[in-house]
């Protein structure tokens, strides 16, 4: 993969060190969705981070609205500030694959389920699980917000 790739160029200091955001945050930063696999499968340390909006008047979650229409709003916004967390390089190891064994079948499952674990016990949010970032495309092409077709 192109991902596992560019970690081991990172390693070898080709590149800068490797940041994952916090993707799973849906739903207005609600909850936590299942982690994809990319970052997770070269089974390389990550470093996370997570940008926080302060705004009072738009919130840049478009759950409800169109992404396009979400941009003007929080473009016309007179204000936009974004509060950054950077947290320490997460390395998996042989404690974790073993002590974790029951949060996946294959190893990156366990490490993604690891991060995530992390951000809900920092942020205190809950995880929700079974749902994934195609759900919430097929839900806002339901609602027939922008129309994506990913699959």
């Keep these: 993969m192109q991902i596992e790739q560019r970690q081991v160029d990172v390693e ?3 590149y800068p060190r490797f940041l994952i955001n916090a993707q799973g945050m849906h739903s207005n930063e609600a ?8 970052p997770f499968s070269g089974l390389k340390p990550v470093e996370m981070w997570y940008q926080r909006p302060n705004s009072s008047s738009v919130h840049p979650a478009f759950d409800c609205l169109p992404q396009n229409i979400t941009l003007i709003m ?3 916004n007179v204000y936009n500030a974004v509060e950054v967390l950077m947290f320490p390089q997460f390395i998996p190891n042989e404690y974790l694959w073993k002590t974790h064994a029951d949060k996946g079948k294959e190893k990156w499952e366990i490490y993604a389920w690891a991060v995530r674990d992390m951000w809900s016990k920092y942020f205190k949010k809950p995880v929700l699980d079974g749902v994934t970032v195609m759900d919430k495309i097929e839900y806002e ?11």
């Design 141 to 151: 092409n339901l609602l027939e917000i922008g129309k994506t077709n990913y699959a």
């Design 74 to 76: 929080v473009l016309c």
């Design 31 to 38: 909850f936590f969705i299942p982690l994809k696999r990319g």
């Design 12 to 14: 070898e200091g080709k």
